[in-house]
């Protein structure tokens, strides 16, 4: 069993997050919905185990929404995503956010059971944006995971509910 503590993502992390995104990703630029996300300098968690980190969650809050841009765990079956959902998940409600969501790909069945698992609802499928999100990221493949062709998004949300006695 693995025991890890989950950390809120400090100037001192930024490095490695900086690194791990350019690996895992291709860059730290993350595109969703025809945005370019900077993560590198968004609000994340680690989960470490003796300093060494696990997983990675990134996300970005704006009005009464909270995004999940990115979120990798290294050890899979551990409970290291669900760990780092629920931490984001806290962190939204505590912010006054009705609704946590994300974007996926149409290959990502792995992340899509995942998140429906979780309590996510599948909302809207975005047919053809990852044509479009090429022009603002370069480095997205064209074939994803099992050979599938990346075409479309596919946003996932889950409703909150405000704090009790917050007023919100």
Not at 127 to 139: I, V, Y
């Amino acid at each position: 069993m693995i025991n890890f503590t989950i950390k809120e993502i400090t100037a001192s992390d930024r490095e490695w997050v900086a690194r791990f995104l350019e690996k895992s990703w291709g860059s730290t630029k993350i595109v969703s919905r025809n945005r370019v996300h900077d993560a590198v300098n968004l609000p994340g968690f680690l989960a470490v185990e003796e300093g060494n980190p696990l997983g990675v969650i990134i996300y970005n809050i704006e009005g009464d929404q909270c995004e999940i841009v990115v979120l990798e765990s290294m050890v899979e079956n551990r409970g290291i995503g669900s760990a780092l959902v629920e931490v984001v998940k806290r962190a939204a409600v505590s912010s006054g956010c009705r609704r946590l969501w994300l974007i996926t790909t149409n290959d990502n069945m792995k992340a899509l059971k995942f998140y429906q698992k979780r309590g996510f609802l599948l909302v809207a499928v975005h047919r053809n944006a990852l044509e479009q999100a090429r022009k603002l990221k370069p480095q997205i493949p064209v074939i994803g995971i099992d050979g599938i062709p990346l075409r479309d998004e596919i946003e996932l949300e889950m409703p909150l509910q405000p704090l009790e006695g917050s007023g919100i």
